[in-house]
């Protein structure tokens, strides 16, 4: 974790892609911690699945996690 800027990164890496998973508190929204997930591959692994393992915590009214598809036409959220 970085002091000074407040992000935390865990990298993952392997010979065909990279896993960049980034946690910080968001400026605006204050008891919102954000965790952005990038993955960068080099296009030579073909199909790449990397299974996610989603604690929603409590139910709540405003929050509801879905399984879709995304724009990306290679990529898939399960």
Known sequence: MSVF???YEE?????HFRV????????????LLVTEISIA????QGSLRIPLKVNKGNDSDSVTLTSGQSDI??????
């Open 41 to 44: 591959t080099d296009g030579l």
């Open 20 to 31: 960049t998973v980034t946690m910080y508190a968001h400026r605006e929204h204050t008891r």
């Open 11 to 15: 990298v993952y890496t392997s010979d």
């Open 73 to 78: 036409t290679t990529a898939r959220l399960w």
């Open 5 to 7: 800027t407040g992000i």
